[in-house]
């Protein structure tokens, strides 16, 4: 352990272990996802049932749209079908809105 303390500290593999710098408040998704609109339906979804939706994404933004679902909605459940509440995708927003 004396031979870390020795090292000088950089952006290497010691910092990247270490935790380095955290991501702040949003995580870092590989694409633009509307995190303000994903912490609003997350008071909104709460604990019910969600059905996430991206319609025309490719399948990289729409497992990323999954992703940020089970991070920010993660007391609601997911579900492909008979869930209470749409979290949609719309150009740059994310849209909530309680299925019929």
């Known amino acids: 352990m004396l031979a870390a303390a020795a090292v000088p500290w950089s952006d290497g593999p010691p910092r990247q272990l270490a935790g380095g710098e955290g991501e702040g408040r949003d995580p870092t998704f590989d694409v633009?996802?509307?995190a303000r609109g994903l912490r609003a339906a997350a008071?909104?979804?709460a604990d019910s049932t969600y059905a996430t939706e991206w319609?025309?994404?490719?399948?990289?933004?729409q497992g990323n749209l999954k992703a940020a679902g089970q991070l920010y909605l993660s007391r609601g459940l997911p579900?492909?079908?008979?869930?209470?509440?749409?979290?949609?995708?719309?150009?740059d927003r994310v849209v909530v809105s309680r299925r019929r």
């Open 32 to 34: 633009e996802l509307d």
């Open 43 to 45: 008071s909104q979804v």
């Open 55 to 61: 319609p025309g994404a490719s399948p990289l933004q």
């Open 79 to 91: 579900l492909l079908e008979g869930a209470e509440w749409n979290v949609v995708v719309r150009g």
